[in-house]
C-alpha cells in the first residue's frame, strides 16, 4: 500500500515540473520567381521534293493466232448383227376339231398327228349340194399325197318363184274415239273443330317460412400493451492525450 501511495507522489510532482512545450510557426520564405524570356519557336518550312515518277514500261503482249486442227472423224463401224436361225428339232403331235353350226350351215371335222417323219391325218366337210367330202392324206419325204372321197347324191332343189298377191283388199283399221268421262268431284265436308276451353288451375303457392338471423356478439380481447424498454446511453468522456513537443524547424 504504501509502494502504491509513493507511486502516485512521485507522479504528482512530475506533473508539476513539466512545461508545456512551445510551438513556433514555422517561417516560410516565398521563393523568387524570375521571369523567363519567351522566344518564340523559329519554324522552319521544310522543303517539299516532288517525288520521281517514272512511267512504267509497258510490252504489248504477242498474241499468236492458234492454230485450228479440223478433227478426223471416222466413220463408225457398223457390223451387222449375226442372226442365227433357231431350228427345233421334229416333235410329235396330234390334234382334232369339230365344227358343227346348223345356223350357218358349217359341218367340218379335221385330225391329224405325226410321228416326226410322217404326216397323216384327215377332214371332213359337208358341200352345198348336200353331199360330204372326205379327203385322208399323208405327207413324208416322198411329198403329199391325199385320197378323196364323196358320200352321198348331190341335191339341187328346184327354183319355186313366191307368188304374190296384189289384189289383197286392205282393210283400214277402225279407229274409235275414247269416250272422255267428266271426274266426279266430290267436295270435301267441312268440320268446324271443337274448341274446348282449358280449365285454369290457380296455382298453389307456399309462403316460405321466415328465419330471424340469430346475431352473435363477437368477443373483444384488449391487446397486451408491452412497455418498450428504453435504455439510457452511457456517456464516455474522451481520453485527452497531451500532445508532445515538436521539433523546432
Same mark, same amino acid.
Given at each position: 500500500?504504501?509502494?502504491?501511495?509513493?507511486?502516485?507522489?512521485?507522479?504528482?510532482?512530475?506533473?508539476?515540473?513539466?512545461?508545456?512545450?512551445?510551438?513556433?510557426?514555422?517561417?516560410?520564405?516565398?521563393?523568387?520567381y524570375e521571369a523567363t524570356k519567351y522566344e518564340a519557336p523559329k519554324?522552319?518550312?521544310?522543303?517539299?521534293?516532288?517525288?520521281k515518277y517514272e512511267a512504267p514500261k509497258y510490252e504489248a503482249p504477242?498474241?499468236?493466232?492458234?492454230?485450228?486442227?479440223?478433227?478426223?472423224?471416222?466413220?463408225?463401224k457398223y457390223e451387222a448383227p449375226k442372226y442365227e436361225e433357231v431350228?427345233?428339232?421334229?416333235?410329235?403331235?396330234?390334234?382334232?376339231?369339230?365344227?358343227?353350226?346348223?345356223?350357218?350351215?358349217?359341218?367340218?371335222?379335221?385330225?391329224?398327228?405325226?410321228?416326226?417323219?410322217?404326216?397323216?391325218?384327215?377332214?371332213?366337210?359337208?358341200?352345198?349340194?348336200?353331199?360330204?367330202?372326205?379327203?385322208?392324206?399323208?405327207?413324208?419325204?416322198?411329198?403329199?399325197?391325199?385320197?378323196?372321197?364323196?358320200?352321198?347324191?348331190?341335191?339341187?332343189?328346184?327354183?319355186?318363184?313366191?307368188?304374190?298377191?296384189?289384189?289383197?283388199?286392205?282393210?283400214?283399221?277402225?279407229?274409235?274415239?275414247?269416250?272422255?268421262?267428266?271426274?266426279?268431284?266430290?267436295? !270435301? #265436308?267441312?268440320? %268446324? *273443330?271443337?274448341?274446348? +276451353?282449358?280449365? =285454369?288451375? $290457380?296455382?298453389? @303457392?307456399?309462403?316460405? /317460412?321466415? &328465419?330471424?338471423?340469430?346475431?352473435?356478439? !363477437? #368477443?373483444?380481447? %384488449? *391487446?397486451?400493451?408491452? +412497455?418498450?424498454? =428504453?435504455? $439510457?446511453?452511457? @456517456?464516455?468522456?474522451? /481520453?485527452? &492525450?497531451?500532445?508532445?513537443?515538436?521539433?523546432?524547424?
Open positions: 500500500m504504501k509502494f502504491f501511495v509513493l507511486i502516485a507522489l512521485f507522479a504528482v510532482a512530475a506533473a508539476n515540473s513539466y512545461d508545456a512545450p512551445k510551438y513556433e510557426a514555422p517561417k516560410y520564405e516565398a521563393p523568387k519554324y522552319e518550312t521544310p522543303k517539299y521534293e516532288a517525288p504477242k498474241y499468236e493466232t492458234p492454230k485450228y486442227e479440223a478433227p478426223k472423224y471416222e466413220a463408225p431350228t427345233y428339232a421334229p416333235q410329235p403331235y396330234s390334234f382334232g376339231y369339230d365344227v358343227q353350226d346348223k345356223e350357218s350351215y358349217n359341218d367340218f371335222e379335221h385330225n391329224e398327228k405325226s410321228d416326226y417323219n410322217v404326216v397323216t391325218g384327215s377332214y371332213r366337210v359337208v358341200l352345198s349340194d348336200s353331199r360330204v367330202q372326205i379327203v385322208t392324206y399323208k405327207a413324208d419325204a416322198n411329198g403329199y399325197t391325199a385320197d378323196v372321197k364323196y358320200e352321198g347324191e348331190a341335191k339341187y332343189p328346184e327354183y319355186v318363184e313366191p307368188q304374190s298377191k296384189a289384189s289383197a283388199s286392205y282393210a283400214a283399221p277402225a279407229y274409235q274415239a275414247p269416250e272422255y268421262q267428266k271426274p266426279a268431284y266430290v267436295a !270435301p #265436308a267441312y268440320t %268446324t *273443330p271443337a274448341y274446348t +276451353t282449358p280449365a =285454369y288451375t $290457380t296455382p298453389a @303457392y307456399t309462403t316460405p /317460412a321466415y &328465419k330471424e338471423p340469430e346475431y352473435t356478439t !363477437p #368477443a373483444y380481447t %384488449t *391487446p397486451a400493451y408491452s +412497455t418498450p424498454s =428504453y435504455s $439510457t446511453k452511457v @456517456y464516455k468522456t474522451p /481520453a485527452y &492525450k497531451t500532445p508532445t513537443a515538436s521539433p523546432k524547424y
